[in-house]
């Protein structure tokens, strides 16, 4: 169906869409021909498998060149969320017990209301054949998986975003007013601020012996993430949860705490006081 028009207003805003490790360059092209048709803009890649830039991506993209032009590429998930405030895992089924499950259209009217209040947001994508690792959902705020039939549920990359991006337009058609998320004297916190949180912690509860036995580390460290970012912290609430960590460091150690954490931790520390005080 034709419609592309040069003489009307382009709208280009809405939260990044993350494509984990895409392979396909006429995929990714699928991908930013089905954001520009919606109005989304921001297209990261991590780690693509046949590197950036790509002449089949521009290709397959029908002139949504905007978006191929403006895409980044990342070398980490991490990287490429260290900004946002807020990110959506799509997923094909429901394997996060500690994260809220929400719908399309949940999700993009939750999304619209976080951009109205300057939020910066995110939508990820993992491999066409496999999707997502634990360990990647475990990074996102709560998971969005499509209504599908069970006995034919795949669907690909760009049609997933399709639906996504369908959804974001649609819940700008309406006028949702003031939202919750609008709070004058608290701001989001980054995934940056989350991921330190989640190296303080983790450090703290390592120096004491808490990963035990040491072979059942990875999965209690990915169960912990899990469990702390099953929602969108503010600062403050970053900056307390250091500052607890920081206080209870007062009692012994197996292992000194880094300098960079510990400058991190003395930090955040400071500031919770400080909010505290103002209280």
Same mark, same amino acid.
Do not use: C, Y
């Given at each position: 169906m034709s419609g592309t028009n040069s003489e009307k207003e382009l709208i280009a805003e809405g939260p990044a869409i993350i494509l984990v490790e895409p392979q396909l360059g006429e995929n990714i092209g699928m991908v930013a021909r089905a954001m520009a048709n919606f109005g989304l803009a921001e297209l990261r890649?991590?780690?693509?498998?046949?590197?950036?830039?790509?002449?089949?991506?521009?290709?397959?993209?029908?002139?949504a060149d905007h978006v191929i032009d403006g895409a980044k590429v990342f070398d980490t998930l991490e990287d490429a969320l260290r900004d946002l405030t807020f990110v959506y895992a799509t997923t094909a089924r429901e394997r996060y017990g500690f994260k809220p499950v929400r719908s399309p259209v949940t999700a993009a009217t939750t999304l619209r209301e976080r951009f109205?209040?300057?939020?910066?947001?995110?939508?990820?994508?993992?491999?066409?054949?496999?999707?997502?690792?634990?360990?990647?959902?475990?990074?996102a705020d709560e998971i969005v998986t499509f209504p599908v039939n069970p006995a034919f549920a795949s669907l690909n990359i760009a049609q997933a975003v399709l639906l996504m991006s369908y959804e974001w337009m649609k819940s700008g058609m309406e006028d949702?007013?003031?939202?919750?998320?609008?709070s004058l004297d608290q701001r989001p916190s980054t995934k940056e601020q989350v991921f330190?949180?989640?190296?303080?912690?983790?450090?703290a509860l390592d120096a004491r012996g808490y990963f035990h036995p040491p072979e059942k580390k990875p999965k209690m460290v990915d169960n912990l993430r899990a469990v702390l970012s099953r929602r969108s912290f503010t600062e403050q609430e970053i900056n307390v949860?250091?500052?607890?960590? /920081?206080? !209870?460091?007062?009692?012994? $150690? =197996? /292992?000194? !705490?880094?300098?960079?954490? $510990? =400058?991190?931790?003395?930090?955040?520390n400071t500031e919770a006081q400080a909010s505290d005080s103002d209280e």
């Open positions: 890649l991590v780690s693509p498998r046949d590197g950036w830039p790509s002449e089949k991506a521009r290709s397959a993209a029908s002139k109205a209040s300057g939020q910066k947001t995110g939508i990820m994508f993992g491999r066409e054949r496999w999707g997502l690792t634990n360990e990647e959902v475990a990074l949702l007013g003031r939202t919750p998320f609008q330190g949180l989640f190296e303080h912690i983790e450090e949860f250091r500052g607890v960590i /920081r206080s !209870l460091d007062r009692f012994a $150690r =197996q /292992r000194p !705490l880094p300098a960079t954490n $510990r =400058q991190q931790a003395e930090g955040a």
